[in-house]
């Protein structure tokens, strides 16, 4: 089933394989500009049914590692417009991540030095990629984040919704709003992060209120067909606690994206990242509740992923380290070919080494 084609809303794919989103600041710098190169590295890999980019920054204040390309100044719009043109020049399919790390974040990468923002004041255990106390590009502890204000809330909701009419502007098929993996709209649906006494914190709906109201704000620019979002319930990383009622948030949220008649839901697996995994049984209680596209990606193989298609736990499989180092990885999965290994010493930063140059099957 991975290699039939599927109509997502309007957009007809190729097949049911998904590029998922990476990180790899490669973005020109200064000002955060998407570049020919990677043009080059996206439109290599327009084989796969659906290509979600990289996450995109929706403002300054939502950056957490250096280069990483933005979608909040017309040239980052105008550097994005080489991606989509590329992607679609070769019969692809693209949405684009809009992304906010809040806490995962440090104060160099903010205006004026300010503290990055959360859901509450908690900080995180973990790394950003900023400089150095030498003024030098390196992994730096997160900084101390403050709690969101309600007109702090306001603006990020607006940065999501500029975000969403720029990438239309851009060309991109919709937007994929990073609901994931330990950043701003997770660190409000944990109530291991989020401590607000506000419509913000507290009970479930109001904990996926800041999510709800981003996933409306860039269905009023797009329309529901072309916005996706993507959860990784039960994941660790960037120091989320285990939240015990995870499910009950998941199938709330389910049942709320239903309603609004989302693109689709991206689950990102974490047991790829040595966390736990999303489990089975959490997937069938969101088809119960979601009509909608069912992404589900992290440590996939062929065979898993076709047995999740056969069972109706997903619609779309995606993969990501492997469409590194596998630019036609369609193809090898489909002759079961041999598959290359990325090098994670160039999945960040640098040029073409490791991001342009793995080579295609030999016809
Ligand atoms: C990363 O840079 O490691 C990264 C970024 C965004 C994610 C996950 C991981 O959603």
Same mark, same amino acid.
């Given at each position: ?8 809303? =309007? ?100 205006? =004026? ?25 390196? =992994? ?224």
């Amino acid at each position: 089933m991975l290699f039939e084609t599927y109509s997502l809303g =309007n957009v007809n794919l190729r097949n049911r394989i998904v590029m998922g989103p990476m990180t790899r600041c490669r973005a020109a710098h200064p000002g955060d500009v998407p570049t020919a190169l990677m043009a080059e590295h996206y439109a290599q890999r327009a084989s796969a049914g659906l290509i979600v980019t990289e996450g995109a920054p929706v403002s300054p204040q939502g950056r957490g590692y250096l280069w990483t390309p933005g979608i909040y100044t017309p040239e980052q719009v105008q550097g994005w417009k080489l991606v989509t043109e590329a992607v679609h020049g070769k019969g692809g399919r693209v949405f684009v991540q809009i992304w906010h790390v809040g806490r995962v974040s440090h104060v160099s990468l903010q205006e =004026n030095g300010q503290a990055p923002v959360s859901a509450s004041d908690v900080t995180a255990n973990s790394q950003s990629f900023a400089y150095d106390e030498n003024g030098q590009p390196g =992994n730096v502890p997160c900084s101390p984040p403050q709690a969101l204000t309600a007109a702090g809330i306001r603006a990020v909701v607006d940065d999501f919704r500029r975000a969403t009419v720029n990438a239309l502007a851009a060309g991109f098929d919709g937007v994929e709003v990073h609901g994931a993996n330990g950043y701003l709209l997770d660190q409000f649906l944990n109530p291991g992060v989020n401590a607000r006494r506000d419509d913000y914190g507290g009970s479930i709906p109001n904990r996926a209120r800041l999510l709800l109201e981003v996933v409306d704000a860039a269905i009023a620019a797009a329309g529901a067909q072309r916005v996706g979002v993507r959860l990784s319930p039960h994941g660790g990383f960037n120091d989320m606690p285990e939240d015990p009622d995870t499910d009950a948030m998941v199938c709330y949220l389910a049942e709320e994206l239903e309603r609004r008649g989302v693109a689709y839901i991206h689950f990102m697996d974490q047991v790829s990242f040595g966390f736990k995994p999303i489990g089975e049984d959490l997937l069938r209680e969101v088809k119960k509740r979601y009509r909608g596209t069912v992404i589900v990606c992290g440590g996939m193989s062929k065979e898993q992923g076709e047995r999740y298609l056969a069972e109706g736990l997903a619609d779309l499989i995606g993969f990501g380290q492997l469409f590194i180092s596998n630019p036609d990885l369609p193809e090898r999965l489909r002759r079961d070919a041999e598959l290359a290994q990325p090098d994670q010493a160039t999945f960040y930063g640098g040029g073409a080494a490791g991001y342009t140059d793995y080579p295609f099957l030999a016809d």
